[in-house]
């Protein structure tokens, strides 16, 4: 039962230019939404995270867009760099509950 | 540095066996979390513990226990061991409960990689 969908393995973009990673949920009750960094042989790091009242996050050249109609998740890194490379988690979370879903990952490749 | 230490870092054991990987949360955070990784998978939510009591279940198999003691440092406790249960076993600590009046943030250790022959 996969809550938290990430539908693209990889992604590569040019450095410079805008790296746009999307998310899919399905259950309607998640109201915390985050995005995790993993480079290898580390564990993951908290990026940036969006509360379900709100539609858009911004943190420097990290950018949360929440789509609750379409229950859509997207970060966008502008601009991009060859440091960004990394497997990117969204996590989903029912803060009653306190569960936090994860979507598989998706692998970002910023060339230079 | 997360603040959050888990070992071992590595451990090769045989099908039949019980490993026990350990957690010390940082310092302060009530909460703790294992997570499971299989190769190419996302993370899997086991099970999650706060001030010493369970709080959330995933999908946790039953030859797999936790527990998380009063000076808040966990152990996963994974027995009758099979090859599948090969994975990278991640540990993240919270200093309460995520949602909109907190953080969400989840702090991970580095993980323990359990290889099972």
């Known amino acids: 039962d996969q809550q938290v969908k990430q539908n693209s393995p990889s992604l590569s973009v040019q450095e410079g230019r805008i790296s746009i990673l999307n998310c899919d949920y399905t259950?309607?009750?998640?109201?915390?939404f985050l995005w995790y960094k993993k480079y290898p042989a580390e564990g993951p790091t908290f990026l940036i995270s969006?509360?379900?009242?709100?539609d858009k996050n911004e943190d420097g050249r990290f950018t949360v867009f929440l789509n609750k109609s379409a229950k859509h998740l997207s970060l966008h890194i502008v601009p991009s760099q060859p440091g960004d490379s990394a497997v990117y988690f969204c996590?989903?979370?029912?803060?009653?509950?306190?569960?936090?879903?994860f979507g598989s990952g998706t692998k970002l490749n910023v060339k230079p | 540095d997360s603040g959050v230490t888990q070992t071992p870092k590595h451990l090769i054991t045989a099908t039949g066996q019980r490993v026990t990987l350990r957690c010390s949360p940082r310092?302060?955070?009530?909460?703790v979390y294992w997570y499971q990784q299989s190769l190419d998978q996302g993370l899997q939510f086991l099970i999650q513990?706060?001030?010493?009591?369970e709080r959330a279940k995933g999908n946790i198999l039953e030859r797999f226990s936790a527990q998380q003691f009063p000076d808040l440092h966990s152990e996963l406790n994974l027995s009758s061991l099979e090859l599948g249960d090969s994975a990278l076993y991640f540990c993240?600590?919270?200093?309460?409960?995520?949602?909109?009046w907190g953080t969400g943030e989840l702090f991970f250790g580095e993980g323990s990689r359990l290889t099972v022959l």
């Open positions: 993240a600590s919270s200093e309460g409960i995520a949602g909109p």
């Open positions: 259950n309607s009750m998640f109201d915390y």
């Open positions: 969006i509360s379900s009242i709100k």
């Open positions: 996590a989903a979370v029912v803060s009653y509950f306190n569960k936090f879903y």
């Open positions: 310092s302060g955070d009530l909460s």
């Open positions: 513990y706060y001030n010493g009591e």
